[in-house]
């Protein structure tokens, strides 16, 4: 209870640092798109999913997510105020940027959009779970059924429903590519090093003990 406190305490910063996150999760995203080099799994079905139905990107990625949403019903998973901005908030934020946003047709140029996609992909990782406000509703889809169904490994369950939606969206038409696997070889290490760099922790006696680090025991793994 005394965490809870604490932590709303910095419910400012929190708020700040969420949505500062999933602005630049957004603009990484479009990046990465303008890059023509690959997108990760859920993308690659966002992109699809547009390309067969004629909505742009982000109306894609805020109805998907709100449907994923709906699954956490009978996970019974409850969202925080994270979860219902990520799904509105990229969106929105993926359609500006990608307006903005020239298409790079120089092959060093567009490697340029992809690393940057990806490394800002991280960062922006780090910062909205960090905030400690709700996980996007694709990682709570995960998470509520192992919870629901504890014998099953989290990383078999991830691979399994990131296996489907990548081969449903390269049906679809979306992009695969270098780009899909240097997302899946770089965000894992990008995220063990960001979560726990911009991880909100309680304040006054729940803190971090003296000289221990602030990012000890973030689960990070």
Avoid: C, K
Avoid at 43 to 49: E, M, S
Avoid at 69 to 90: A, F, H, Y
Avoid at 116 to 130: E, F, P
Avoid at 181 to 207: D, E, K, N
């Amino acid at each position: 209870m005394t965490e809870i406190g604490n932590l709303r305490d910095r419910l400012t910063r929190r708020l700040v640092q969420l949505n500062v996150g999933l602005v630049l999760y957004g603009f990484s995203m479009a990046l990465m798109i303008e890059s023509a080099l690959g997108l990760d799994p859920w993308d690659v079905f966002h992109q699809g999913v547009a390309e067969r139905t004629g909505l742009s990107f982000g109306t894609v990625v805020i109805l998907v997510g709100a449907v994923v949403l709906l699954l956490w019903i009978p996970l019974r998973q409850r969202p925080g105020i994270g979860t219902v901005s990520n799904v509105v908030v990229i969106g929105l934020v993926v359609d500006g940027a990608q307006a903005l946003l020239p298409t790079p047709s120089a092959l060093a140029a567009r490697i340029g959009f992809l690393v940057a996609g990806i490394l800002l992909n991280g960062v922006a990782t780090g910062l909205y779970l960090g905030a400690r406000l709700g996980p996007g509703p694709r990682d709570g889809l995960m998470t509520g059924y192992v919870a629901r169904r504890p014998g099953r490994s989290i990383r078999l369950v991830r691979t399994v429903i990131e296996l489907t939606v990548l081969i449903v969206g390269l049906l679809l038409g979306g992009t695969v590519g270098f780009g899909t696997v240097a997302y899946a070889l770089a965000i894992g290490p990008l995220a063990h090093l960001f979560i726990p760099m911009f991880r909100v922790t309680p304040t006054g006696p729940t803190g971090p003990a003296p000289g221990r680090p602030a990012t000890a025991g973030t689960g990070i793994g």
